[in-house]
């Protein structure tokens, strides 16, 4: 079992930034490909962003490009969203999600097999 724990969420003014991380509960966290998930209301839960075992490769949904930044620090076991820039479309509960299963920076929801318990950020206009 891998525990997933978010943190830093809250409420920001449009153009602002927020900064999530998300620890895990496991020594092998660098063996995991990473992604941050976000679900606003009514809406289906997307991928916004995904980061290799090694943070060398990562994966935006074009929304976010130029605004988000995934990051790791494998010692620390720990994933992490530099959000900038925020708009109020950004609105959403963002959850990280764990693969152990090797898929190079999947994007499909059933392909990550931990989740976090999700944290809400909301970006007033």
């Known amino acids: 079992q891998v525990q997933l724990v978010e943190s830093g969420g809250g409420l920001v003014q449009a153009g602002g930034s927020l900064r999530l991380s998300c620890a895990a509960s496991r020594r092998t966290f660098s063996t995991y490909t990473m992604g941050w998930f976000r679900q606003a209301p009514g809406k289906e839960r997307e991928l916004v962003a995904a980061?290799?075992?090694?943070?060398?490769?990562?994966y935006y949904v074009d929304s976010v490009k130029g605004r988000f930044t995934i990051s790791r620090d494998n010692a620390k076991n720990t994933v992490y969203l530099q959000m900038n820039s925020l708009k109020a479309d950004d609105t959403a509960v963002y959850s990280c999600?764990?693969?152990?299963?090797?898929?190079?920076?999947?994007?499909?929801?059933?392909?990550?097999?931990?989740w976090g318990q999700g944290t809400q950020v909301t970006v007033s206009s």
């Open positions: 999600a764990a693969d152990t299963g090797g898929v190079w920076l999947p994007t499909r929801q059933d392909q990550y097999e931990y």
């Open positions: 980061i290799s075992r090694g943070g060398v490769d990562t």
